[in-house]
C-alpha cells in the first residue's frame, strides 16, 4: 500500500509512524507537507500525533484550515482509509471527520504512560488483525485526550458499533480505575459512519518494536493493510 503521512507545523510523531510503515512492514510511506493540496495516488492516509501549531486555540483547530485537510476530505468522502492518533484524533474531529470532542484530562496532567485498550470488534480496517476482546498496549502521550460526546452521540455510537477501542486493564476488564483521561464510555477510538475514518488516542506506532516495549501496535497496521491492501 502507499501511505501518505501528514505533517503539520509542529507534528512529530510523523517519522515514527513512516519508520513502521516503511521499515517494518514494507510498505511506501511518505511524509506530506500540510500545504500539498493533493493527495491523489495515496491508498491510506495517516495523520499522526503531536502539537500541530503549538495547540493555539484548541488542538488541531488550527491544522484543521490547512490546504491538505480539502484533499483528505476528498479521500475520506472516497472512502478510502484514513487513520488519526493523539493529535490526528483531535484534527479529525475538528475537521467533522469524526463526531466528539478531546476535552482536557479529568485529572488535569499530561498522561504518559502504557496503556491497554480491548478490541470491541475485529470486522473493520483497524482492528481485523487481532481477536474481539483482545487487550492490546498502546502507549498514550496527551493533556487533552478526554473524549466527549453528548447522549444522543454516544447512544448512536452504541447502536451502530463504531467504538473500536476502549480503555482497558491488562485482562481486557474496561473498569472506571483503567481510564485515563475521562473518556466517556472508557472510549478510545471511534470509526466513523462509512467504517473507513478511524480516531485514537492510543499510539500504535510506539508499540510496534520489541526494542521499544512492546508489538500490539502492529496489529493496527496490519488491519490496515489486510483490509485494503
Not at 486493564?169 to 477510538?189: H, K, L, M
Amino acid at each position: 500500500m502507499r501511505f501518505a503521512v501528514l505533517v503539520f507545523p509542529g507534528t512529530w510523531s510523523d517519522g515514527d509512524c513512516q519508520h513502521v510503515l516503511r521499515d517494518r512492514l514494507g510498505q511506501q510511506a511518505d511524509r506530506i507537507w500540510h500545504r500539498e493540496a493533493n493527495l491523489d495516488g495515496y491508498d491510506a492516509v495517516v495523520v499522526p500525533g503531536g502539537f500541530s501549531y503549538g495547540d493555539y486555540l484548541r488542538c488541531g483547530a488550527i491544522a484543521r484550515f490547512s490546504p491538505v485537510m480539502g484533499a483528505l476530505q476528498r479521500h475520506a468522502q472516497a472512502g478510502r482509509p484514513v487513520f488519526g492518533s493523539c493529535n490526528g484524533f483531535q484534527i479529525l474531529c475538528e475537521a467533522g471527520l469524526l463526531p466528539g470532542a478531546l476535552l482536557r484530562n479529568d485529572s488535569l496532567q499530561f498522561r504518559c504512560q502504557e496503556q491497554y485498550v480491548r478490541v470491541t470488534r475485529d470486522d473493520t480496517g483497524f482492528s481485523c488483525a487481532s481477536a474481539a476482546g483482545d487487550a492490546l498496549m498502546l502507549p498514550i502521550s496527551h493533556g487533552e485526550g478526554n473524549y466527549h460526546v453528548d447522549d444522543d452521540t454516544l447512544a448512536e455510537l452504541e447502536a451502530e458499533r463504531r467504538i473500536v477501542f476502549r480503555y482497558a486493564d491488562a485482562d481486557g476488564q474496561v473498569t472506571p480505575a483503567a481510564n485515563p483521561n475521562g473518556s466517556r464510555a472508557n472510549i478510545a477510538g471511534v470509526i466513523n459512519a462509512a467504517g473507513n475514518v478511524l480516531g485514537m488516542m492510543p499510539h500504535p506506532e510506539r508499540s510496534s518494536e520489541a526494542l521499544l516495549g512492546g508489538e500490539d501496535g502492529l496489529r493496527v497496521w496490519q488491519s490496515m493493510i489486510q483490509w485494503w491492501g
